[in-house]
């Protein structure tokens, strides 16, 4: 089974950091959704690509472990890596290093189900999901 992982490297916006030069924790959400974009036009399984096939995929986990603080003017980069998973379900885990010496920042892990255009819960991986998981050899 291949491990499907990318890298996203970004920028600590001023607006950010909090009177202790930290970035907000309010922060790393929107930090694992750029991932999360990165990961999907990497591999194909975008928002619209989900959306276009009848289904939504909402998250429904998010968590975070922080090792040390973000700070303005790091040059931090997150890692997402998928998490096969034979559930109707979509699970990545992250890691935000800082660029400069490779350490680990904080680690995280988000669960997104699937949801059809009326909202209801798909419990079997809809069909497209399916094949995108044959497409890139990470059935279980």
């Not at 619209?48 to 939504?56: E, H, K, N, R, V």
């Not at 920042?105 to 497209?128: C, K």
Request: some cysteine.
């Amino acid at each position: 089974m291949s491990e499907l992982k990318t890298s996203k490297e970004f920028e600590i916006r001023f607006s950010e950091v909090d009177s202790m030069d930290f970035v907000w924790h309010g922060s790393y959400p929107l930090y694992f959704e750029d991932a999360r974009e990165a990961f999907g036009a990497k591999y194909g399984l975008g928002y619209m690509t989900i959306f276009d096939a009848g289904c939504y995929a909402p998250l429904v986990e998010l968590n975070f472990q922080y090792k040390k603080p973000l700070r303005y003017r790091m040059r931090p980069r997150v890692d997402i890596t998928y998490e096969p998973t034979e559930a109707a379900k979509i699970i990545f885990n992250y890691e935000i290093r800082d660029t400069e010496d490779e350490s680990l920042i904080a680690t995280g892990r988000s669960v997104q189900v699937f949801l059809d255009h009326d909202y209801q819960l798909l419990w079997e991986n809809p069909p497209f999901y399916e094949a995108w998981k044959k497409e890139w050899k990470v059935a279980e």
